[in-house]
């Protein structure tokens, strides 16, 4: 193995003094941006916290721990570069000394993922004394995650047992908020020594694990890692939720749904996209969950408003049911063939996000103590919602012709600031009352309330008005 | 704004046709493709288009669905100008030559919709199934199914829907021989019925289904 590295070395470029001295640049960049929010950490650890602070930083913590496990289970984890597996996979060579190299960068991004958590647990506890044990619970936490997303990824067992966890954990993160008086305090020491054996032992297994690994899983985790790693490259964001999407689909079995005989024609796309989130019922649950998001937010004391994280979650949730557009946009041909003035599919496919958005706002609002004309605002703004859902799912791919903008501090490529903001213009178009009457808190709202439902509503039609056949 | 399609003159348009071009040009990014094509299908005519590689068959068809405007000549599709637009695509159904399909719809799904969305489906989802010997896969994901599979699919939802004209792009990729037999069958049937089908193909023996025009460029 190490000869056949040196080989693929030797075809390439030795590193210069300036590829050494960017290198040297960068790690020093890295250092002064994260030093801030490290001193802000040890700071704030050492202050007082109320119960319900506790209970929503533990909620955060718990959050991103999940996401970090649901990322790696989702990316492989692991991965060779296209053409390793392509050519050292299928070779007599030592499978773990072909995936020697991936499983060390596996480790790099647990111990920084674990640095994180370990970093952020004693400022939601407040215990600035407790810092080194809870950096070793956070990294053998995430390491020991990773390992048990590597044993995962060839193992259907593995893989319940690790999706039973990531339930478990999210149902925690939940109780966290929901019950934060009711919270046993778990002693950071002797919790960072019981994870860090458990993390051991996982990663033991999982290097074991490495050298009967199936080239045919490996092959596949790595093809989709290639296609994600040229999405990145080519800035073309969109081209990753087409993949995902595929990828998702492609591994999972359907469950056959009736299909209502006396459904009208103008619902039946409306109703595909409800087949769809039945069959993923993760992604539901994932937005109920979400919905305490604002509110545990709040209480944790980030400084983000309420609202802007409802809108935020409205928008994701509106999003999330969008995948019949996106398909119509991106395959102009399967639109032809199903033969339907796009103005009635649009408006047909508009209905999901619309209810969708609206129950993820009642329900945010709701836990966010916000009830009456406020409440009635934002279920008003779910039309808006579902148009930038809309118009995210249609938009096309990056352009990369649009020139750069020099803002003094460097140039800004345009494509990809106005893709990004194509969908949360119309959205935010379409909330503009709703905006207002934030910024301002009037004492009345029922004006506000009035034009929201027109503008709302208006900016919905305009925007199905307005489409066409892509 | 849409540039200015050639528009049909009165002259061109003859109700006996669903299809004519008379001295049709087509060009790519400038480059011409193909020139001094005449071309008419009559309804309940099954018209094969066959040719070399590049000679711009696939081109044709996107001229005839209204996706390329011809540089020169005149062309009527059902007594007026191919464009691209909901009332055009009511009457014409193109499978296009890569198979396409929707995320998270099972196979059945798709035909159920296909039915769903038009009043009067030429097919019900049941009968196109069973049809294109899709009925043992009827609850998989298309992405799920072969090569060959995925082509059913798309040619037996572009067969659900109802249509007066039916275009079809190397229809015969990835099946196997006896199915090309049977598509041969169903196009047959699709004439019988009154539409007129326009075929690229590369298979000679599906070129000369019964009763077809075949045309060489």
């Known amino acids: 193995m190490k000869e056949i590295r040196s080989l693929i070395r030797s075809g390439r470029p030795a590193r210069s003094w300036a590829d050494r001295y960017f290198i040297a640049f960068a790690l020093l960049l890295v250092a002064a941006v994260v030093a801030q929010p490290i001193s802000f950490v040890l700071t704030a650890a050492a202050g007082q916290v109320t119960p319900a602070r506790v209970g929503a930083g533990l909620t955060l913590i718990l959050v991103g721990y999940a996401a970090f496990l649901a990322l790696s289970r989702a990316l492989g984890p692991v991965v060779l570069p296209p053409a390793d597996a392509a050519w050292l996979l299928l070779t007599p060579l030592s499978r773990r000394a072909v995936l020697s190299r991936t499983a060390l960068v596996l480790l790099a991004i647990s111990v920084a993922g674990g640095l994180v958590l370990g970093l952020a647990l004693p400022v939601a506890v407040a215990a600035p004394g407790r810092l080194a044990a809870a950096l070793v619970l956070g990294v053998a936490a995430t390491v020991g995650g990773m390992a048990w997303a590597v044993l995962a990824q060839s193992s259907t067992a593995w893989d319940a047992w690790l999706q039973g966890t990531l339930t478990v954990v999210t149902v925690v993160a939940v109780l966290c908020t929901a019950v934060p008086h009711l919270l046993p305090s778990v002693p950071i020491g002797p919790a960072a020594a019981v994870v860090a054996a458990t993390a051991v032992l996982l990663g033991w297994r999982a290097w074991s694990a490495l050298t009967r690994m199936p080239a045919r899983i490996l092959l596949d985790a790595s093809t989709r890692a290639g296609h994600l790693a040229r999405a990145t490259t080519n800035l073309d964001p969109g081209a990753l939720t087409w993949i995902a999407e595929d990828n998702h689909w492609r591994t999972h079995d359907l469950r056959p749904h009736p299909w209502p005989e006396r459904l009208p024609a103008f619902l039946s796309l409306a109703w595909t996209e409800v087949c769809r989130l039945a069959r993923r019922p993760g992604r539901p649950a994932l937005l109920l969950a979400a919905t305490l998001l604002p509110m545990v937010a709040s209480r944790a004391g980030i400084p983000a408003p309420g609202l802007l994280l409802v809108a935020a979650g409205a928008l994701t949730a509106a999003a999330s049911v969008t995948s019949g557009a996106r398909r119509d946009g991106n395959n102009p041909a399967l639109a032809r063939l199903l033969g339907v003035d796009p103005r009635q599919t649009l408006a047909t496919r508009a209905l999901p996000p619309l209810l969708l958005g609206a129950a993820w706002i009642v329900l945010a609002l709701t836990w966010l103590g916000l009830t009456g004309p406020w409440l009635l605002l934002g279920v008003l703004t779910a039309p808006a919602m579902a148009a930038g859902a809309l118009r995210m799912a249609r938009r096309q791919p990056v352009d990369h012709s649009l020139p750069l903008v020099d803002f003094g501090m460097g140039g800004i490529p345009v494509g990809p600031v106005l893709w990004a903001l194509t969908g949360v213009d119309i959205a935010l178009l379409g909330t503009l009352p709703t905006v207002q009457a934030a910024l301002t808190q009037p004492a009345q709202l029922g004006g506000y309330v009035v034009a929201q439902a027109l503008t709302g509503v208006a900016v919905l039609a305009a925007y199905i008005w307005r489409s066409r056949t892509p | ?217």
């Open chain 2, 1 to 217: 704004m849409r540039p200015e399609r050639p528009l049909v003159s009165h002259s061109v348009c003859d109700m006996t046709k669903a299809i004519i071009a008379q001295d049709l040009a087509v060009e790519l990014s400038g480059n011409p493709i193909l020139s001094g094509l005449h071309l008419t299908a009559a309804p309940g005519e099954i018209v094969t288009i066959t040719g070399q590689n590049g000679v711009g068959k696939s081109t044709l068809l996107r001229c005839l669905a209204g996706l390329l405007p011809p540089a020169a000549g005149k062309l009527a599709v059902m007594d007026g100008p191919p464009s691209d637009e909901p009332a055009f695509w009511r009457d014409v159904a193109l499978v296009a030559d890569e198979p396409a399909w929707y995320p998270g719809l099972t196979v059945r799904e798709h035909l159920k919709l296909m039915a769903a969305v038009h009043h009067r489906p030429r097919l019900t989802a049941e009968r196109a199934l069973e049809l294109f010997d899709l009925a043992e896969r009827a609850d998989m994901a298309p992405l799920r199914l072969s090569t060959g599979q995925q082509q059913r699919l798309s040619l037996a939802m572009g067969l659900t829907r109802p249509s007066r004209i039916l275009l079809l792009d190397e229809p015969e990729r990835g099946l196997d021989a006896d199915f090309r037999v049977r598509l041969g069958e169903i196009l047959t049937e699709y004439a019988a019925e009154g539409g007129t089908v326009v075929m690229v193909t590369h298979d000679l023996q599906l070129a000369q289904v019964a009763g077809a025009r075949r045309i060489d460029l």
